[in-house]
């Protein structure tokens, strides 16, 4: 089957760092990948739609100088929280989008928590 | 918006099948049916799709009625683990489209 890796898997940091989470497809290409954000009780939100070579396109309320996202090969996608704040602190997750069959895997998820 | 309506939740009995209900009526003809569940604090689980003929693997099987409008996941023989979230999603399958999830359903499965 289909393995998509995230790293770490959960984080602590203090408000106002910057925070990145790694999202890997370990066995097939994925030219897209999607970032989504689940707080406590709540479904899935996707926040973003992340393009190898290009740029991501953002779901509307999600700041994209906020939540930055690099594509740079067909097998990694990176989200990165800046200047983080307790508002941000949820369990953030990836799908990677198989480019043979345009199935999609999601990720394990990371915790984030901003003190 | 999600295009589904399924149960807020559902109980089940250990051993017994589990068979989650999920309405799709705006259903288009090129979308497919998926199922995927989301064991608490992990990432969601594949579990089956389909277009329109019923489909069955090692974990399910999908029932999907003749006129695309509703379908229903089984689970034959429920187990404490299968207790999870359910997402029934009806999605294109094409490039550079994302899943959308609805709230789902919350099946638990008792001894």
């Known amino acids: 089957g289909a393995v998509v890796s995230q790293h770490p898997s959960r984080v602590i940091c203090k408000s106002g760092t910057s925070v990145k989470i790694e999202c890997r497809s370990l066995?097939?290409?994925?030219?897209?990948m999607f970032w989504y954000r689940q707080f406590p009780k709540q479904s899935l939100m996707l926040m973003a739609t992340?393009?190898?070579?290009?740029?991501?396109?953002?779901e509307q309320g999600v700041e994209k100088d906020k939540f930055l996202i690099n594509h740079a090969s067909l097998t990694l996608s990176t989200l990165t929280v800046t200047s983080a704040h307790p508002e941000d602190s949820s369990f953030y997750i990836c799908?990677?989008?198989?480019?043979?069959?345009?199935?999609?895997?999601f990720g394990p998820g990371t915790r984030l928590t901003v003190t | 918006d999600a295009k589904t309506t399924q149960p807020t939740s559902m109980d089940c009995a250990e051993g017994r099948a589990a068979n989650l209900p999920c309405n799709h009526s705006?259903?288009?003809?090129?979308?497919?049916v998926y199922w995927y569940r989301q064991i608490h604090s992990q990432g969601p689980q594949y579990i089956i799709h389909?277009?329109?003929n019923n489909e069955t693997n090692e974990m399910a099987s999908l029932i999907i009625t003749e006129d695309r409008k509703s379908s229903t996941l089984i689970l034959p023989h429920a187990t404490l683990r299968d207790t999870a979230v359910y997402y029934c999603?009806?999605?294109?399958?094409?490039?550079?489209?994302?899943?959308?999830f609805g709230k789902g359903t919350t099946l638990s499965v008792s001894s």
């Open positions: 799908s990677a989008q198989r480019d043979s069959s345009y199935e999609q895997y």
């Open positions: 066995d097939f290409q994925a030219t897209t």
């Open positions: 992340s393009n190898e070579g290009s740029k991501a396109t953002y």
């Open positions: 705006t259903i288009s003809g090129n979308e497919y």
């Open positions: 389909g277009l329109k």
């Open positions: 999603i009806v999605q294109a399958n094409q490039a550079g489209t994302a899943l959308i």
